[in-house]
């Protein structure tokens, strides 16, 4: 029999009994670790801990003789007498680490592959779902035109639009300078000058300007959508909604959407009229091509399906542009964090999607001839 203020060890055989006794808690611990260290127990031996004479014990003795108790095989333990102290030493058993955290120097390559690979499968099939109920409803609010929002969608447009005018006009009009420029140095080497307006059109047309113009709509359109939604979200507004039985892809998706189809076009109709112009500018100033004759071989030599090539890709880029941001804006959580990370999302999101929509269209245009 080992005997001390804090406990009361007897031993039968290879059976042995520890009652604890008096206080254990963070002051007196030290003190109970050193006595505890001294006794010797096998660990294959029938240990019984009886908690009837402890007066008071706290977390840190809990954790404490948790710890000396998985030193013993579980099934050779007997807890006696525990029902003062039984919540939180199941509590602390329950949430106990029993191994130490080491950092694994194993290749983790794969199952970092498999996480990923599976998240984008996941996240592919959400988005995918969400695609085809925006779809039902557009299809829907063909067939009652009376559930579109036409103000709110003059609203997205207005703010989409003509509040983008500015920074598409100076972005255009620089691009627009930039390429004349750049295409005047090389052409006046070969006293090729007039074939400045080809260039400058076909490129503008074709390519720079819908593309330049979607990357600004995205960058303002995509984080603002997903903001407004998410905010909605987090202030508990779409649950409102469908408590009301009103449908938030139909009130808040669609609108927005038939905004940015609507006046993306429109967008890169001004945009490649401004960036023509800066061109021009570039054209007479540096290769003494006048503004009259510029424009005579613009309507002459350069083909009408350029343009139209150009606004019809703004459409779809418009489409992706719209149900991206609504799509990251229904994906925030209960948190104002989320915004940041989903509006970030959906705007990186958004203008690689508009440049892969891009590299397609020029691929099938090519191909077909066009």
């Known amino acids: 029999m ?66 000396f108790l998985n030193t013993f095989e579980e099934k050779n333990i007997t807890i006696l007498n525990n029902k003062n102290h039984e919540k939180i030493f199941d509590f602390y058993k329950k949430h106990y680490q029993t191994k130490v955290l080491e950092e694994e120097k194993k290749n983790l390559f794969f ?18 779902s969400f695609i085809g109920k925006v779809f039902y409803f557009f299809i829907y609010a063909i067939f009652n035109p009376s559930k579109i929002r036409f103000k709110a969608m003059l609203k997205y447009i207005e703010t989409s639009a003509f509040d983008a005018l500015l ?25 090729a000058n007039i074939f400045i307006v080809e260039m400058i059109s076909i490129t503008m047309f074709r390519e720079i300007a819908p593309l330049v113009t979607a990357i600004v709509i995205a960058g303002r359109s995509t984080s603002s959508y997903t903001a407004e939604i998410g905010a909605m979200k987090i202030t508990e507004e779409i649950d409102a909604m469908k408590t009301m039985n ?10 927005r959407i038939f905004a940015l189809c609507i006046s993306l076009p429109l967008l890169v109709f001004f945009a490649d009229i401004i960036g023509v112009f800066g061109g021009m500018v570039i054209a007479f100033s540096s290769l003494d091509v006048t503004f009259i004759e510029f424009i005579n071989r613009l309507h002459n030599e350069v083909p009408l399906k350029h343009l139209i090539l150009g606004v019809f890709k703004a459409l779809f880029f418009g489409f992706a542009i719209a149900i991206i941001g609504c799509y990251r804006g229904f ?26 929509i891009d590299a397609v269209f020029s ?6 001839g066009i």
Request: glycine share 4%.
């Open 363 to 368: 691929v099938i245009f090519t191909q077909m």
């Open 2 to 67: 080992e005997n001390c203020d804090y406990f009361l060890l007897e031993k039968n055989e290879n059976n042995y009994k520890l009652t604890l006794l008096n206080i254990w808690d963070k002051q007196t611990l030290p003190n109970i670790i050193k006595k505890i260290e001294l006794l010797t127990l096998s660990k294959n031996s029938k240990l019984s801990i009886d908690f009837a004479d402890l007066k008071e014990c706290d977390s840190s003795a809990i954790i404490y003789l948790i710890s």
């Open 246 to 255: 009103f449908e938030p892809t139909l009130f808040l998706t669609l609108p």
């Open 331 to 356: 994906q925030v959580q209960n948190n104002t964090t989320s915004i940041g990370k989903y509006t970030t999302m959906s705007v990186v999101n958004a203008i690689f999607v508009v440049i892969l």
């Open 111 to 128: 199952e970092d592959l498999g996480k990923k690979s599976y998240d984008i499968y996941k996240e592919s099939k959400e988005f995918i």
């Open 167 to 191: 920074i598409v006009a100076v972005t255009s009009f620089l691009v627009g300078v930039v390429i004349a420029y750049q295409g005047s140095v090389q052409l006046e080497k070969f006293g």
